[in-house]
């Protein structure tokens, strides 16, 4: 693991790694959340399994806890050495005319994410946590979607939340195929296609938090 962030090649590649994980992470955390739209019940039983399995609980979310903080430390470093390392800034040059704002604004995106993050740990896992290893609190698999709509009663949560989806967007637009060039994976008849699913990515993923999010609020 030294090894690999020793080097600034070795560092993109594992703020690469750490990023695929986060967006196979996302895909997943997704699917559970659009079951409290479709059916109560389902939802209940997935949160239910999710959180009392030992391998998800004691292995998958210590690894999520990691990747999630290594991803932002990262992203940090690697924004300060790129930056110290360019003795001309990009004054000089035209920027909009060789990146796009996506690219140049990762790290804006990424500090709204990770405020996001931030309250959202609050609003969940914090209570999650307490529920079940401060208080001791019985089981009680009902309990999760009553807990999720509850949640977005709040209208000023729920803007915020749909503003950190709309950067997270942003963030996946860039970062998903560039998280590919990173590991090597460049091949003119591949990358358009990474491109594309990137782009697709970035708009689903998003969207179907926003549509939980607006789901819960309106159907209070
Ligand atoms: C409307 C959108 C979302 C809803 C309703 C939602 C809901 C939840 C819930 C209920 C939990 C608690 C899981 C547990 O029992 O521990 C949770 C945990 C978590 N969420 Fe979200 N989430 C949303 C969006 C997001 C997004 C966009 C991200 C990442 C950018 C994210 C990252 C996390 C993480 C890292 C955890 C902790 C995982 C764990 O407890 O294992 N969530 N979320």
Do not use: C
Request: charged fraction near 10%; avoid cysteine.
């Amino acid at each position: 693991m030294a090894g690999l962030t020793s080097s600034s090649i070795g560092r993109k590649y594992a703020m690469a790694l750490s990023a695929m994980f986060l967006l196979i992470f996302l895909i997943m955390h997704l699917s559970v959340n659009l079951l409290s739209v479709i059916s109560k019940d389902a939802f209940n039983s997935a949160s239910e399994f999710m959180g009392y399995n030992p391998f998800i609980q004691f292995l998958m979310q210590p690894i999520l806890g990691f990747a999630v903080i290594f991803h932002f430390a990262m992203g940090f470093i690697l924004e300060i050495k790129n930056n110290n390392s360019r003795p001309i800034k990009y004054r000089m040059n035209n920027r909009s005319s060789n990146s796009t704002w996506m690219s140049r604004n990762m790290l804006l995106s990424g500090v709204v994410v990770l405020a996001f993050l931030g309250l959202h740990m609050y609003d969940f896992w914090w209570h999650e946590m307490d529920y079940k290893y401060v208080v001791g609190s019985v089981r009680d698999e009902a309990r999760y979607w009553p807990e999720l709509h509850a949640q977005f009663g709040n209208v000023g949560r729920v803007i915020f939340y749909v503003v950190a989806f709309v950067l997270l967007g942003l963030h996946l637009a860039h970062g998903f195929q560039s998280s590919f060039q990173s590991i090597g994976a460049r091949h003119p008849k591949y990358t358009p296609m990474i491109k594309a699913v990137g782009t697709w990515y970035s708009i689903l993923i998003p969207a179907g938090f926003i549509l939980v999010a607006v789901f819960h609020y309106v159907t209070q």
